[in-house]
């Protein structure tokens, strides 16, 4: 079983973090994965992989637990501006230059049929689409793109932080509808406080990007607030 846990020693006041050094040969995520494969890992560990080595205050192993955790699956995987990685985890440009790099790679050679696209209408498939946006630490804004169908042609992650009118500009909203032809737009974001109900700030942002849809010619059709346990359409028509 590989290990990248905490153990305590005989200090109980300290905790340790295991270190690839620490692990069995069979329990390094590198040798593991020459062993039995890369379905044997998990994606911390295939991760850990990608990274190969972490920084002077922190394993390799912990980083790669720690980005997967506090940015998950779905947002990481939509990510393309190492810049901006690099700052919302906190970690070196590099390493956040190699997770694009790989995530690219793996988007262009794994694309997905086209025939085979989601098809996301009503407030509902945004909450059973957006399942792993329920319980991340941080508040995510996430645009879905569709095509005319409601086909999901792309999926982004927009800002990650408190959504604020002052922080969430239209052309970050509707650059990626326009570069990838999208016909409509549909807003989602969670509320790790478990609360499903919008916020007056939530209620703003929604307004003003209805109206910049509206010239643009992107129709923004739901905003919805995701919980653990519940979702919320956003008002799109707040004064």
Known sequence: MFRDTHLVL???????????????????????LLSAGPGALTLPQLLSVVLNVGTVREGVLEMS????QEYGEKSLAARND???LSEDLDIPLIKATQIVA?????????????????????????????ANLRLLPKEHLR????????????????SIGTVDANMIHPREVFKPALEYSAAAVILVHNHPSGET??????????AQLVAAGKLLGVHLIDHVVVTESGFESVPADYE
Do not use: W
């Open 143 to 158: 645009g879905i793109y569709l095509n005319a169908h409601y086909k999901v042609i792309h999926d982004e992650v927009v």
């Open 10 to 32: 005989d200090n109980p006041g300290k905790q340790y973090v295991y270190k690839i050094r620490d692990l069995a040969p069979a329990d390094k995520p590198r040798e593991r």
């Open 82 to 84: 190492a810049k901006r």
């Open 102 to 130: 790989c995530i690219e790679i793996g988007r262009r050679l794994f694309e997905r049929n086209r025939h085979g696209q989601r098809v996301v209408r009503t407030a509902r498939d945004v909450f059973e689409y957006a």
């Open 65 to 68: 637990s720690r980005i997967m």
């Open 197 to 206: 109900a919008p916020s007056e700030a939530d209620k703003i942002v929604t």
